[in-house]
């Protein structure tokens, strides 16, 4: 065994000694991380808004060694932000692909303050008034959407984790469910649906995939007959899953008819809301999802149309109580039960949890809901425009037109085979976004490829999108010569 030299790097990092950082320390680390941060922010209009993409060979880092000692802080500041160029640039005002947020820099700033304080809000007893302020924001979230006064619900890390949540309570409320259970998907439904069903261990031959309509939506006529036979073949339908907004193509299923459906064969009805639930803040987007709060359960995502950083999704319930996990255990190493406020370990998996309510509570309390809700508006009517302006161009067809802020498009090309079409439509995107000041991305629509604008970033300006509406033009003109 050799002893280990002293160090020869002198001490780096802004603390007082070992893992100790003072308040002078904070305030010299966040300084030097805000040098990075208020440059990136600020040229964001004039980066590319592809970022990095493709990956260009060797731009990936090698894998690094354990660093056993510490180096300057500088050095690591630097590397943070020159890895994070090699990215998809998700900040962009110019990112139309997926489902895009932004990441507002507010609730960045909560993380940080959650961080420092630290504080245990997976029991109530632990942090009760923490725990107040986030069942504050899932109240509102609850009011925002229209839901009633029981409703309530928990944050979750994402869409993924709130459908997941959706598809457990589904299955407790129904005994037996996995013996004779069968779950109702739309073959629009994001693929986290089929996973959490998987995951709650639902077999995949109970899992329906029921097909979808002109406009992308769950047939209701076809789920009716699927849901009849099962019943005949003494399954027992346990849980009807409607989508607020596909991923492909925007597309709001009809909640009424799920709704009706549902409840006629004592199924429980989720709602994936995770990209579109929020619009129902606006008059328009309410309008839009007509019948939504039906639903005995609801995913929603702030991450995605709250703007907000990655990491944070919601679940709420219709009443709040048949969330609770029946079975949820109690712990003689844990506090004592709140008398009024819910302790989240009892409704979801997680025990220790991030503080995610802070993200959304100090946003909304700096910034106002009313902030929130011209933001959305402005996504909608911003769909709506480009819409109406591609919609007047000959050489293009809108596959399906904005129910709420996504539409898909496609080049027309009369008497071409479909994979002349489909090469033509790539061609077009290809162009758009070598130009690097917007970034769609495609994706397949009944066997057709096509062409997605998702206007969901709260960066995103009419001056972004009548840039994408000319650049569309001029690659068109490009490719059709
Ligand atoms: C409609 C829809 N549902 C679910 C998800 C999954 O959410 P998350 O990626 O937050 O887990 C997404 C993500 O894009 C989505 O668009």
Do not use: M
């Given at each position: 065994v050799t002893a280990r030299a002293p160090s020869a790097t002198p001490p780096t990092a802004p603390g007082t000694g070992g893992l100790e950082l003072d308040g002078a320390g904070l305030r010299a680390l966040v300084a030097a991380a805000i040098d990075r941060l208020a440059p990136f922010?600020?040229?964001?209009?004039?980066?590319?808004?592809?970022?990095?993409?493709?990956?260009?060979?060797?731009?990936?880092?090698?894998?690094?060694?354990?660093?056993?000692?510490?180096?300057?802080?500088?050095?690591?500041?630097?590397?943070?932000?020159?890895?994070?160029?090699?990215?998809?640039n998700t900040t962009s005002p110019g990112f139309m692909a997926y489902v895009p947020g932004g990441g507002l820099p507010y609730a960045a700033v909560a993380d940080l303050i959650a961080g420092v304080l630290n504080r245990y809000v997976g029991v109530a007893a632990a942090a009760p008034a923490l725990v107040r302020l986030e069942t504050d924001v899932l109240r509102w979230f609850a009011e925002l959407i229209g839901y009633p006064a029981e409703a309530g619900g928990v944050f979750t890390s994402g869409g993924s984790m709130a459908n997941f949540g959706g598809v457990i309570a589904a299955r407790d409320a129904r005994p037996g469910a996995l013996a004779r259970g069968t779950v109702y998907v739309s073959a629009e439904a994001h693929h986290a649906v089929t996973k959490a069903a998987r995951l709650a261990g639902f077999a995949p031959d109970r899992i329906r995939t029921?097909?979808?309509?002109?406009?992308?939506?769950?047939?209701?006529?076809?789920?009716?007959?699927?849901?009849?036979?099962?019943?005949?073949?003494?399954?027992?339908?346990?849980?009807?899953a409607g989508s607020?907004?596909?991923?492909?193509?925007g597309a709001v299923d009809d909640f009424d008819a799920l709704a009706d459906l549902a409840a006629t064969?004592?199924?429980?009805?989720?709602?994936?809301?995770?990209?579109?639930g929020f619009f129902a803040m606006t008059r328009a987007g309410r309008a839009a999802l007509g019948g939504m709060t039906r639903a005995d359960s609801i995913a929603l995502d702030p991450h995605k149309t709250l703007f907000l950083p990655y990491g944070t999704g919601a679940l709420l319930a219709r009443d709040f109580a048949r969330l609770r996990q029946a079975d949820a255990p109690h712990a003689s190493y844990l506090p004592d039960k709140n008398a009024t406020l819910p302790d989240f370990s009892d409704y979801g998996p997680e025990l220790t949890r991030p503080f995610r309510g802070l993200r959304v509570w100090l946003p909304?309390?700096?910034?106002?809901?009313?902030?929130?809700?011209?933001?959305?508006?402005?996504?909608?009517e911003l769909a709506r425009w480009i819409g109406n302006e591609l919609a007047m161009e000959p050489r293009l067809e809108i596959v399906a037109p904005p129910t709420l802020s996504i539409l898909a498009f496609a080049v027309r090309a009369e008497g071409a085979?479909?994979?002349?079409?489909?090469?033509?439509?790539r061609r077009l995107l290809d162009e758009v976004n070598a130009r690097g000041r917007i970034l769609l991305t495609g994706t397949v629509l009944r066997g057709r490829f096509v062409a997605r604008i998702a206007i969901v970033s709260f960066r995103t300006h009419m001056d972004r999108v009548i840039e994408a509406r000319d650049i569309i033009l001029e690659s068109l003109d490009r490719i059709t010569g």
């Open positions: 922010l600020d040229s964001l209009p004039d980066q590319r808004a592809s970022g990095v993409h493709p990956v260009p060979a060797g731009a990936v880092p090698a894998p690094a060694p354990l660093p056993l000692t510490g180096s300057p802080v500088d050095v690591v500041l630097d590397e943070i932000v020159d890895r994070a160029r090699i990215a998809f029921i097909a979808t309509d002109d406009h992308y939506r769950i047939d209701s006529g076809e789920l009716e007959r699927v849901l009849v036979a099962d019943v005949r073949a003494g399954l027992e339908p346990c849980l009807v607020a907004g596909t991923v492909n193509s064969h004592g199924a429980w009805l989720h709602v994936d809301g995770a990209y579109g909304f309390r700096l910034l106002g809901v009313e902030t929130f809700r011209d933001a959305l508006d402005e996504k909608l085979t479909a994979a002349e079409r489909d090469a033509l439509t």
